[in-house]
């Protein structure tokens, strides 16, 4: 009987063991996001956090060898070590570690979270169209254009669409501005969905995910496409301005109010967190339809996005940084106090295009393209002019490929944008810039000792830098490229010669000046219209004469088409002869008698 009452005893403790085992494991087998799917719906915050969790483990987690062979522990800790580090950089914008983080999101979404072709839907709901949202409708179209023209999805998408012309602001007939608003993205997406395969619908939500997580929030896949660049935290009010503080912290109070209260050009009133702008073919155009959600968020993208080589924290005591990214785009952050918000800007310098054949166009454009090349070609120190955004950089870019490739370059610049070594490789170069601890002055000086034949200056932005560059030019090379932001050619003139007054390099301004004008040969001015479109406005050349100079305007744009002015002087003309081969000494002489025969012969 005893033994009887023992076995019956641990039969129950056995069954009462199974079934303590048998709930626990129901109890832990679904994962939070798993839960979700006994809603109609669920939130992809879900899936981040649970994502955010597992990678966290999976890269931090301390490795267990019990019953481990030698081999796959070195597997294991590979595998950690390459997460780690896909992870760090794909926050600095490095499309393969993006790739590599990508592939483990979505292992996760399959295995650990069970999305499948039924319960995809639950995320985004690709089955009711309606039900889908501005930003997943644009998700999904720039998704299936990413498929057909790569990272030229974006830009055949405006083109094909025509979604870059000008719209009329309410109340004012006169006035226009470039806007992609959520009219535009529902009818480009009712024009273009199709179908979608399991495989397509998961990728789109791998990238919802990841931008959330570790990307850059509703700009990451902009980021990838071949625009100008772009921007956020520029235009709206954030949660405590003004009367618009009673509202509330977030995006999900007031949306019924915004349309009753317009601005004074007539736009209904926006949140901070709803500023996203792209800057395409020169057209600054603001994508209202797309929204941060919450400031929080933001403040996110703006601490993340400038980190690529670790430039130091954006602190409120500095206020700004300004670096570049991974794939050589110059970005700028700033932050309160400094700034009245947060907020960023993207300037991309596409180096595919960086050719002047590409750059420009219209009717006799051989005649720049010509001019410019001869000009390198004849070593004249010329300047680059123009407005911001009127295309200086990517022209500065195509212009070295004209210089002589036996001659050493050297370029000094606030940030590496110009990545003259990721054009022309098998050039002798080296950029320096500024630092934290290093001046753009001492940069410059620098450069006297590293045997450099052409000097660059990225930007003449400073009166010390500005003083250098001629006192450089003069002495320290052969000649020099430097872009500046004036808007004649006069206005260049002074502002060179003021920068030598203000440094006290010299105290006499007619001294200055003729100091300046002794150094410049030409300068290229470019403009930028109101459509975006842009041109070189004229090529003039510095006439040094006994009392100063004289602007010799070389060619000009006139309706549409460029056309010969005034031809260069003689003496300019024949240093710059002295300055080729033989070869392009002939062509030039050519060229020349080609389009100012008359004039010449005169």
Request: include cysteine; hydrophobic fraction near 40%; charge should be negative.
């Amino acid at each position: 009987m005893t033994q009887f009452a023992n076995l019956l005893g641990i039969l129950c403790v056995l069954l009462l063991g199974i079934a303590y085992v048998w709930i626990k494991a129901l109890s832990v087998e679904k994962t939070p996001a798993q839960s979700a799917f006994h809603e109609e719906s669920a939130p992809i915050d879900t899936l981040v956090a649970y994502v955010k969790k597992q990678l966290h483990e999976l890269s931090r987690a301390q490795l267990n060898d019990w019953g481990m062979s030698e081999d796959a522990w070195q597997r294991k800790l590979k595998s950690r070590a390459e997460l780690r580090k896909a992870l760090r950089g794909c926050t600095w914008g490095d499309r393969g570690d993006k790739r590599y983080v990508k592939s483990y999101i979505k292992d996760l979404l399959i295995k650990g979270c069970g999305v499948n072709e039924q319960t995809i839907g639950k995320y985004i709901p690709f089955h009711h169209r309606e039900r889908l949202t501005s930003q997943d409708r644009f998700e999904i179209v720039l998704y299936l254009y990413a498929q057909r023209f790569g990272d030229k999805a974006l830009a055949m998408l405006i083109e094909t669409y025509r979604l870059d012309e000008p719209k009329q602001a309410n109340g004012h007939d006169d006035a226009a501005y470039y806007d992609i608003n959520s009219e535009d993205i529902d009818e480009v997406f009712y024009a273009e969905y199709r179908e979608l395969a399991f495989r397509e619908k998961l990728d789109i939500l791998v990238q919802r995910v990841y931008q959330q997580y570790k990307g850059f929030s509703v700009v990451d896949e902009i980021k990838e496409q071949r625009i100008d660049g772009f921007s956020g935290g520029v235009n709206g009010i954030a949660a405590m301005d003004d009367d618009w503080g009673s509202l509330g912290s977030g995006p999900q109070f007031g949306w019924e109010s915004r349309g009753e209260t317009d601005d004074e050009d007539g736009h209904a009133k926006s949140w901070i967190w709803e500023s996203v702008w792209i800057f395409y073919m020169g057209k600054s155009i603001r994508l209202s339809f797309m929204s941060f959600g919450e400031e929080a968020e933001l403040k996110r993208v703006c601490q993340n996005i400038y980190k690529y080589n670790l430039p130091g924290q954006l602190t409120e005591a500095n206020g700004y940084k300004v670096n570049e990214m991974k794939d050589g785009s110059r970005v700028v952050v700033v932050r309160p106090p400094f700034a009245e918000s947060w907020a960023f800007f993207v300037r991309k310098f596409d180096l595919r295009s960086a050719a002047l054949e590409q750059l420009i166009v219209g009717e006799d454009a051989e005649l720049p393209i010509g001019l410019l090349k001869f000009l390198m070609k004849g070593s004249r120190i010329t300047s680059i002019t123009g407005s911001q955004g009127s295309g200086k950089t990517t022209m500065l870019m195509a212009l070295v490929k004209y210089i002589y490739p036996t001659y050493t370059l050297r370029v000094q610049e606030m940030s590496f944008e110009l990545n003259l070594r990721k054009l022309y490789s098998n050039r002798n170069i080296m950029t320096f810039r500024e630092t934290e601890y290093v001046s753009g002055q001492a940069g410059l000086d620098l450069q006297k000792k590293t045997d450099g034949t052409v000097n660059i200056l990225g930007e003449v932005a400073t009166d010390d830098v500005a003083s250098w560059m001629i006192q450089m030019a003069q002495v320290a090379s052969l000649f020099t490229l430097f872009t500046h932001h004036a808007k004649t050619f006069r206005d260049l003139i002074e502002s060179l010669r003021n920068s030598l007054l203000k440094t006290g390099v010299f105290r006499d301004e007619q001294i200055a000046e003729r100091q300046v004008v002794s150094v410049i040969d030409f300068d290229v001015h470019l403009r930028k219209d109101m459509s975006g479109q842009r041109y070189i406005e004229k090529i003039t050349e510095c006439d040094r004469q006994k009392q100063g100079y004289r602007e010799r305007v070389v060619l000009e744009y006139r309706d549409g088409t460029y056309i010969p002015v005034e031809p260069i002087s003689l003496s300019m003309r024949q240093e710059m002869a002295g300055e080729m081969t033989t070869e392009d000494s002939a062509a030039f002489a050519r060229f020349l008698d080609r389009y100012w025969r008359e004039e010449i012969g005169a």
